[in-house]
Structures are given as structure tokens and as C-alpha cells.
């Protein structure tokens, strides 16, 4: 391209040093300089309705994906202890209204396959009998307890429900699950070969706020994971490394934020109802393919 040359959108233009991207109803020109100036179309863009597309659906999948990644990366920079920094042992997801899994990014499997299990069970633990939930924006969850989806006590799930001022309930749910180098338990590690219950194993949460009304509870967390259970059994101990306790469920608390800025932007982008319309065809795709 030279001098005076224009270019209408779509369109890629590929340099030795860098890649220019020209959209849909916008053009470029280049100027005395050399320089590439874009010009902004103001047609207006189609409308999205909530009716399946197949293109749309690939769309939507790898949009959900890459959010559930970005939410790794977070909880990857932000959290301290060896464990989930940088051995990598931890997952995050993505969960519609009712706790259904959407989409996760590639982390562990035996994480991923009973994380939908946890997410429900919370959104059952909260829900009244009159169907209102007793949870509000700004409450964030905690649970490692194996009745409620867990897996090994040293598995922390964090899930954070996400509101939107239309809904009186949640309009999908983020969660992050990460393992922790100790819970408790009578053994450094929290996973003793010859425990016979559940409490010598560590600290069991079914159910907390680990934030409530925006507010981090550090000293009822605190207080949880330094108090042994006391459910029968050897005498067990609190965790034995309370300061990266705190620090990696405050980063998995990151991580679901990141994960709700992202997705209040494609809600923002897309409409509610065609977000929620494709998390529900995402999930009937998977079950068809299953089948297959």
C-alpha cells in the first residue's frame, strides 16, 4: 500500500512488524506519512436473537473456554503457595442458573467431573423453600466437604454467583477449586493413608461465606481452618499454613472475578438472554455428542 490507497473493511493487513485488523463497515486510508488511518462506519450491526446458529454456537463455546482459561492465568499469577502456582493443581469453570457445567478450561479432570456436583449443592444449600435464594451480590462461597461435590479435603472450591440487576437470581455461577498443601488432619498434608474418619483428614467445609456483603471473613475462615473437627477419631490438628490458606482463597477469589468481568462484557456484547440461550444449546450439544 501506498500514498492515497484506501481499503474496505473486512480486511487484514499484514505487516513485517505487526498485524492491522479492518472491521466489518469501516475503511482505511493511507496518509502523506505512511501512516494507516481507520475510519469508523456507522452502519448499524445486526441485531443477535437467541434462535441456534452453528456458527454462533462455535462462537459462544470457545468465548465461554477462554474465559474459564483467563480465570487459570489469574488464580496462577495471583495465588502463593507451590501447589497451585506452579504445580497447577487447580481448575476453573464456568456454570449456568442452576449449576449446570458451560464450559471449563483443560485443567485436571477429577476436578472438573464433580465440580458441577459442588456448584449445585451450594445453589441447593441456598435456595429457601419459597424458591428465593439466601445469598446477594457481593457473597462468595467456600466448601471442600465430600457431600457436597468435593473430592480429597484439600481441594477448596471457591464459587462466586453472579447477579444482574434484571434477575432475582443468580444468572450463572464461576467457580475455582484449588488444592491446597494443608488442611489439617493428623498428617502434614492432609491426606493421612491410615485415617478412619473424615475428621482426620482435615477440615471439612459443607457450606460458608467466605465473602459476605463484599466483605473478605477472615477471622471466621481463620477460626474454621485452625479449629480441628471434632467428629470422632485421632485428635486431629488445624492447617499448618494458615498465611497461604488465606492468600490462595483470596486468589481463587480473583480468579472468579476475572471471570465475572468477562462475562458481564459478553452479556454486555450479546444480551442476556442470547448468552443464556447459548449456555443452554452448549449443553444440549454436549449431550447429543455424547450419544453419538
Avoid at 89 to 98: E, K, L, M, R, T
Avoid at 275 to 283: D, E, F, H, L, S
Wanted: proline share 5%; aromatic share 6%.
Amino acid at each position: 500500500l501506498k500514498f492515497g490507497d484506501s481499503l474496505l473493511g473486512p480486511a487484514i493487513i499484514l505487516q513485517n512488524t505487526s498485524t492491522i485488523v479492518i472491521e466489518p463497515n469501516c475503511c482505511c486510508l493511507v496518509t502523506t506519512y505512511g501512516d494507516i488511518e481507520i475510519r469508523i462506519g456507522n452502519d448499524q450491526v445486526q441485531e443477535i436473537d437467541t434462535s441456534l446458529n452453528n456458527v454462533r454456537l462455535a462462537i459462544f463455546g470457545h468465548r465461554f473456554m477462554s474465559i474459564a482459561e483467563q480465570m487459570g492465568r489469574a488464580l496462577e499469577r495471583t495465588s502463593v503457595s507451590t501447589n497451585i502456582k506452579e504445580r497447577k493443581d487447580f481448575s476453573c469453570a464456568i456454570f449456568g442458573p442452576n449449576g449446570g457445567l458451560i464450559a471449563n478450561a483443560p485443567h485436571l479432570p477429577v476436578h472438573l467431573g464433580s465440580m458441577q456436583d459442588a456448584v449445585r449443592y451450594q445453589v441447593k444449600y441456598w435456595t429457601n423453600d419459597d424458591g428465593t435464594v439466601n445469598i446477594k451480590e457481593g457473597d462468595v462461597l467456600v466448601s471442600n466437604h465430600p457431600k457436597a461435590g468435593g473430592t480429597h479435603l484439600p481441594d477448596i472450591t471457591v464459587i462466586t454467583p453472579v447477579f444482574n440487576p434484571n434477575a432475582k437470581k443468580p444468572i450463572f455461577w464461576l467457580a475455582s477449586r484449588g488444592h491446597h498443601a494443608d488442611i489439617g488432619g493428623i498428617a502434614p498434608g492432609s491426606m493421612p493413608p491410615f485415617s478412619k474418619y473424615l475428621s482426620e483428614e482435615g477440615v471439612a467445609i459443607e457450606a460458608f461465606k467466605l465473602v459476605q456483603n463484599g466483605l473478605f471473613q477472615e477471622d471466621d475462615i481463620t477460626k474454621l481452618l485452625v479449629t480441628p473437627n471434632a467428629l470422632g477419631g485421632t485428635e486431629a490438628k488445624g492447617t499448618r499454613n494458615l498465611s497461604d490458606n488465606i492468600s490462595d482463597l483470596k486468589a481463587q477469589i480473583a480468579a472468579n472475578n476475572k471471570g465475572i468481568e468477562l462475562m458481564n462484557i459478553l452479556v454486555d456484547e450479546y444480551k442476556l438472554s442470547v448468552v443464556q440461550a447459548y449456555m443452554k444449546y452448549i449443553q444440549d450439544n454436549a449431550v447429543l455428542m455424547n450419544i453419538n
